[in-house]
Every structure is written in structure tokens, then in C-alpha cells.
């Protein structure tokens, strides 16, 4: 099985060699770039990237920026890297439609995990349909509908809304979620959850409203009937 190519785009060459040392640990082919433009140059010429860490503050053309354009023709997997830690530049880089939010200082352990979790779903085979209250999820096609309409979901984001419609009914704590949906141990914090459910509610249009919070627990999919 060949390797899966990783762009890690950071101005600093510390955090590059970080990053790589441990991706190529495990079995990942890594390419860098040192800004925004470069990382651009490299995407448009290499075709089989299979995830991104895209840092947020780099000088010439910043993460942001990057992102945006990148999504304007390619749903590869983004993970960014930035030191803010405001509820508001998160929300904001989801709703660009980066896959996940790493805050620094991190763990390269935690960030080669969650690279991990990300390319599982991202590439995996899916092999079912789910279907409820007017939401449709093609796993195969890896697709979601909401009442006949597409509707363009992050990995995390689908991943989560597959969690919910296959628990139907039942009150999930934030820590259950990070353990099914994360699939692997996290440090950070579990508001996490919390921003992404927002997001997801708001991609769901008016069937949104289906994912009920439960003060004090975390939160339940479904109708009320």
C-alpha cells in the first residue's frame, strides 16, 4: 500500500519538522510548504494530497485564505493549526470548511491521531443508507440530503450527524460523543462539541431543530413523536 501524501503547511521550520518527523513515523509521505502561496503551488500540482495541516498565521497569504480557495474546488481533509483559542475563529474556520481545529502548543501524538481519525472517515468505505425525518445520509456516496436537497457537511460534521441519527432518541453526553464520533482520546476542551453541533444545526436548515440539547448532559436526535 503506498503512502498517503500529507501537505503540512507552517511559516516555521521547527513546527514543519515537528510535524513531519512524527507523520513519517507513522508511515505518512509529507510535503511542506513555508506559506500560503507555496502550499497553493503544490496543491494544484500534486493530485493525490490526502489531508492538510494548514496553519492559520502565516505572512503573504494566510490560512484563511488558503482554505477558502482550496474548498472553491476540493473537499480534501484540512486540519488547521493557529494559537488563537477564540470561540469565533473556530466557528469560523468550520464554517470555511476546515475538518478539524488543533490549538497550538499541541501534542504531536494528539495531532497525528486525529490526522489518523480524519483519514478513516474521509477514505473509508461506507456501505448504507440512513434515513430519517427528512434527512438522508448515502454513506456509500458519502452524501447527505436534507428533504431532496444537498447539503455539504466537514468530515467531523458528518460524522457526527451519522452518530446521531443511529442513536435515535438517546440522551449522549459530550463525553460519550467525543469517545464514538472522535474515536480517539481528547485533551481539549468540550466545547468542541458544542461548536460543532451549532454548525451542524445551522447546515440542516430547518430540520436543525432535530438535535435537541440536553442542559446538562450533552444532547438527542429526533422528533418528538
Not at 88 to 98: F, P, R, T, W
Not at 172 to 195: C, F, H, P, Q
Amino acid at each position: 500500500m503506498s503512502e498517503k501524501k500529507i501537505l503540512v503547511v507552517d511559516d516555521e521550520s521547527r513546527i514543519r519538522k515537528l510535524i513531519k518527523d512524527y507523520l513519517r513515523r507513522g508511515g505518512y509521505e509529507v510535503i511542506e510548504a513555508s506559506d500560503g502561496e507555496e502550499a497553493l503551488e503544490i496543491f494544484y500540482k500534486t493530485k493525490d494530497i490526502s489531508l492538510i495541516i494548514l496553519d492559520v498565521m502565516m505572512p503573504n497569504l494566510d490560512g484563511w485564505e488558503v482554505l477558502k480557495e482550496i474548498r472553491e474546488s476540493s473537499r480534501v481533509p484540512i486540519i488547521m493549526l493557529t494559537a488563537k483559542s477564540e470561540e469565533e475563529d473556530e466557528l469560523n474556520g468550520y464554517s470555511l470548511g476546515a475538518d478539524e481545529y488543533v490549538l497550538k502548543p499541541f501534542s504531536p501524538k494528539v495531532l497525528v491521531a486525529r490526522v489518523e481519525a480524519v483519514l478513516r472517515r474521509s477514505l473509508g468505505e461506507e456501505t448504507s443508507i440512513i434515513e430519517k425525518d427528512g434527512i438522508r445520509i448515502d454513506e456509500n456516496a458519502h452524501e447527505v440530503t436534507v428533504d431532496g436537497k444537498n447539503v455539504e457537511l466537514s468530515v467531523r460534521e458528518y460524522d457526527l450527524l451519522k452518530y446521531f441519527m443511529k442513536n435515535p432518541g438517546i440522551a449522549l453526553s459530550r463525553e460519550k460523543i467525543l469517545n464514538s464520533v472522535w474515536d480517539y482520546d481528547y485533551y481539549g476542551d468540550a466545547r468542541t462539541i458544542d461548536t460543532h453541533v451549532k454548525k451542524l444545526r445551522s447546515k440542516l436548515l430547518d430540520k436543525g431543530d432535530l438535535i435537541k440539547t440536553i442542559w446538562g448532559v450533552g444532547y438527542k436526535f429526533g422528533s418528538s413523536q
